[in-house]
């Protein structure tokens, strides 16, 4: 069973930076495409980040392009989103979701979803 649990949200000024965590299990996120979705309150979920690692392809919502990164930690079955210079906008419930079918970062749709977890950040 597929397993995905974010953690590393919190409260942080305009400017600061946080490293979201998700923990994977039931599979390898090297064989999966890896997305991150945010929900701000009272809007509709937007994709935020999305890597396939099938493909390579690599996918950045223009509003975190040169702020926020996605890496990986193979021993730990961990994916990260590392968020610089954040911003009041930036708040909401960011979800990372997995999907093993091509062409996931470009559909943005996935089969497995986390919890999510609260970024919030204050002016």
């Known amino acids: 069973e597929v397993q995905l649990v974010e953690s590393g949200g919190g409260l942080v000024q305009a400017g600061g930076s946080l490293r979201l965590s998700c923990a994977a299990s039931?599979?390898?996120?090297?064989?999966?495409?890896i997305g991150w979705i945010r929900q701000a309150p009272g809007k509709e979920r937007e994709g935020v980040l999305c890597v396939d690692n099938n493909d390579g392809t690599t996918w950045y919502a223009d509003s975190v392009k040169g702020r926020f990164t996605i890496s990986s930690d193979n021993a730990k079955n961990t994916v990260y989103l590392q968020m610089n210079n954040l911003r009041p906008e930036d708040t909401g419930i960011y979800y990372c979701a997995a999907d093993f079918l091509p062409g996931t970062c470009l559909k943005m749709v996935f089969g497995s979803w986390g919890q999510g977890t609260q970024v919030t950040v204050s002016s």
């Open positions: 039931g599979f390898t996120p090297d064989d999966y495409a």
